[in-house]
């Protein structure tokens, strides 16, 4: 899809547009560049070695890249994201299907022309976060059904974050990029196109704080640390961390002011995750550890309502109207 | 041909009722909620192409619930805990009669008329108990109350009347809520259902889905040859993808519609309303929480999904689907693909009411 450049450059001039578009070109477009790097990276050491020991490493960095733009629902990423990062696994669902996998050495495993065929549940990063950290997956050798398994999973990751990337920058930039135009019925409005990324910026960071942090923390009589995210490979609170940094990031590339409560919320987030005394939040039985985490997650809901505050309140932006009252 | 009896009688319901019919306020097809940038809200007739047929003032949140099928009023219902619905004149907004319940009823959000117009029946609950109860109004005496039945169900939330004229299916959405502050007080053992009723409130069928008791009932579509569309929202733990729509036929077993697992997962667990679209062939949810609208076939195959921030009114059009969003967007959707058509300085509320098919 190509539009004139006389109406970039008119459209350009509008502020919300403007915010659009350094969204895409400081933020989203290098995450997903940065992200489809580090997932061939991953699959280019699973070719040479593709067990867990050598394998820990590339899989956090392309863990780490996507925290940058995991959480962008929208687009090529809107359903696209939940194969990449299947979680939270509810019903199990990611070590049952592993396990029927490995048991019946499924010849699906070793393919990867047909693996995108596979469950969401069986592919990305959590799948492999399941072979390469879990006990009674991770201790495969060279050679076995586990390491081709790996080996397949890493190429389907690869191509997934090649194509998310492609769509993004081939396609769905465009979308944003054309708010308004005639016939583009995703965003109706340049203001539209701001106030979609600008949603993304608060989900990711409700998110962080009722999902990530809010699943593990459960009741004060019932903490579930072992629904913490990424527990058993150690990202818990870092994933936290970074996805609340990407968000800001990305809410900062929206502003066209400099933000600084902002940047001081963040800081001070940084602060409170510093004093959090297991990054895997295994220990949040213990109250005193729990209470360093809630404060986590207090400082997360902190940052969300500094961000409505600072950048949503003076571009208008709301919170949907019907997503926020059911009836 | 008209007799001295038709016309007499035709006579008798003009004086009965000064009301004048849909074709006054510019022969709308919908009827929909919204608030304006000002803060307050308004009722709007909606023609085919999205255009406003009329705009009148409401004068408080509520949803178009239900539109006469007749005359030009439209029922619209209080917030919660919805102590009473107004009964508009979509001439100029004004207030025809004010419907106030029982002190030990709630009404739920919904209500629907009866086929000729005569009866209104609401979807209300039991206050001390949530135990649903359907209201019964006479239209043509001042929207008197005229009796009630129970819902058999908890909650009941949408109902209407069945292609025979008489039947009654309700949506019990089984959710047992606090008197004051409607704190959900049943999560953990609430059991929605789907029940049929005869016109004196008598049990004639109904139906659970055991393995999803924690998916509220919520919201209903009927086709012509009696297939019912039923929306559900998830109350349980998050992430479990539960299925959104179920389609029955009287008398058979309740059919479940599932998505892709992702795309199950991107609705949140949330359908907010469900329609059939216009041929009938396919039926269709919105999900504002996850900005999507999921198409099925009419034997619960998922056709496909179509992104849009706030969908959630949705109604039938000849082409396909009408969807209105809280962004003031009006989009056509036929197959796979969304036309914007209008868009309006509003927020629409959930429902699109259709008037006419």
Redesign the interface.
Known sequence: MRIPLLACLTLAATPALAGTEEALSDHILPGFGGFATAAEALRVTAEADCTAEALKEPWNAAFDAWTQVGDLRMGPTETGALSVYFWPDARGFTPRTLGRLIDDEEPIGTDPETFSEMSIAARGLMALEQMLYADDFSGYAQGSYSCALVQTMTADLSAQAGALEAGWRDGFAQVLRSAGQEGNALFQTPDEALRGLYTQVLSSLEFTADTRLGRPLGTFERPRPTRAESWRSGRALDNAVLFADAATDLAITLADTPMPQTRDALERLHEVADRVTDPALQDIEDPSARLRVEIVQQQVRALSQTIEAELGGPLGLTAGFNSQDGD | MTTRRTFLASLLAASASPAVGWAAVGNPSYVAAA?LPDGSYMLAGLREDGTEAFRVPLPARG?AACAHPERAEAVGFARRPGSYALVVDCRDGAVLHRLTPPEDRQLN?HGTFSQDGALLYTAEQRVEDSEGVIGIWDTEANYSRIGEFASHGVGPHDLRIMPDGKTLVIANGGIKTDRWDRTKLNIDSMRPNLSYLDADGMLLEQHEIPEFAQNSI?HLALRPDGLVGFAM?WEG?????PPLLGLHRRGETPLLCEA????E??MDG?A?SVAFSGTGDEIAITS??G??LHRFDDEGQFLG?V??????GLAAHDSGYLAS???G?I?LVTAD????LT?TEA?????LIRLRS
């Open positions: 608030k949803h959000g919520r929202q733990e998050p992430g479990m993808a892709p697992l992702a795309d997962l991107a949330y907010g504002p929480r900005g999507r999904a992104s849009r921030a706030d969908v959630c969003d809280g962004l967007g989009q693909t969304a036309t914007p868009r927020a629409w509320d959930n429902h």
